[in-house]
């Protein structure tokens, strides 16, 4: 099989109900399409048998979380090709087309991801992975066409194809050997950061991930958690730290998870006393104090990723402060901060 497109859902049979027929439309010329069922309560797995025969459904007996889901399912799927799609992802004409003839012709690209733009703004970027993503030195991810909060209409500004250090787990276009080779989604994170520490761990063995703009979906994002949920920031933060724990060399590991200590305290108390959020104020201690208690658990995970790395300067990782960029010098466009490369 060239290329098997897997989505993964829980309880979310109104969003296939609306959005499946049009994956199933515009890519099942190139791809075999899969649900992954995380046991949903709802009616997700009727509407599949009733509705969609041709679509292959992998059942499971629990909810394994994002992580995990993608895991058992992907290894029961022999392809040359997985792509991570969310069931509330609206796909166009062609889309795959550009995706397959990159990853073809560029056998040093391990992964992709089409331009996302947003259901509810459709001229504009979608929050989750716009453009394809970067992180800065600190471990703040941001993307051509959004960083924080700032969301940037799509006029083409960014349609050139282009090397990123993460590709969005909304619509993820991955070699299924090398997403084997290194282990897959990391299960312990659950979900959260989860496709950043995948691509990550991809880049630091020397491949490429590239956004493709050619190709185009539109994404509801947020269908599973609301954007301020206590367990969203939660598991963001811990799992931010838990990937930065494995990844960062041990040149700057020291001094970026000193800064992170302060950086993280003085967020969680700008959500208590800005905007008066006790639940996601709680939820950052929380983090914290969940990281400390299992970062040992990773030991062995950052001593293999560190010795294996085939690649030491990752220029998708940017090396300034990208909260200095965008709240004291007020650079809030992709456009408007400091670009090592042209490429970038």
């Known amino acids: 099989m060239k290329l098997a497109i897997v989505i993964l859902n829980w309880n979310g049979a109104s969003m296939l109900r609306q959005y499946l027929p049009g994956v199933i439309k515009y890519s099942s010329d190139e791809a075999t399409v899969y649900v992954a069922d995380n046991a949903s309560s709802d009616d997700s797995i009727q509407l599949l048998n009733d509705n969609f025969p041709e679509v292959k459904v992998i059942r499971f007996d629990k909810n394994w979380g994002f992580a995990e889901g993608y895991n058992k399912a992907l290894a029961q799927i022999d392809a040359e090709y997985y792509l991570l ?16 003839a990159y990853m073809d012709s560029h056998q ?21 992975g716009a453009c394809g993503g970067y992180l800065d030195r600190y471990g703040y991810p941001f993307c051509r066409g959004r960083i924080f909060e700032t969301v940037e209409h799509d006029s083409g500004q960014y ?19 090398i997403y084997n080779n290194v282990g897959g989604l990391d299960a312990r994170f659950f979900a959260h950061n989860e496709e950043i520490d995948l691509c990550w761990r991809i880049r630091l063995q020397g491949y490429r991930i590239v956004c493709l703009p050619q190709s185009v979906v539109y994404h509801v994002g947020g269908g599973t958690l609301p954007k301020s949920n206590p367990m969203k920031t939660f ?3 811990r799992n931010n730290l838990t990937m930065l724990y494995k990844c960062l060399p041990d040149s700057e590991l020291r001094h970026v998870m000193r800064m992170r200590w302060w950086l993280d305290y003085l967020a969680a108390w700008q959500m208590l006393l800005l905007k008066h959020n006790l639940g996601d104020f709680k939820a950052v201690y929380r983090a914290r104090r969940a990281f400390k208690q299992w970062r040992k658990d990773f030991d062995a995970d950052r001593e293999k990723i560190q010795k294996g790395a085939k690649t030491k300067v990752i220029t998708e990782r940017r090396p300034f402060s990208l909260l200095w960029q965008y709240y004291a010098k007020g650079k809030k466009m992709y456009s408007e901060l400091p670009h090592p490369t042209a490429n970038g």
């Open 85 to 100: 799609l969310n069931s509330d992802i609206e796909v166009t004409s062609h889309w795959l087309t550009p995706l397959i």
């Open 108 to 128: 040093d690209v391990a992964a992709c991801q089409p331009k996302l733009r947003s259901i509810y703004d459709r001229d504009s970027f979608e929050y989750a």
């Open 235 to 237: 598991l963001n933060f």
């Open 159 to 177: 349609d050139t194809p282009s090397d990123i250090l993460w590709a969005t787990g909304a619509a993820l276009l991955v070699r299924a050997n």
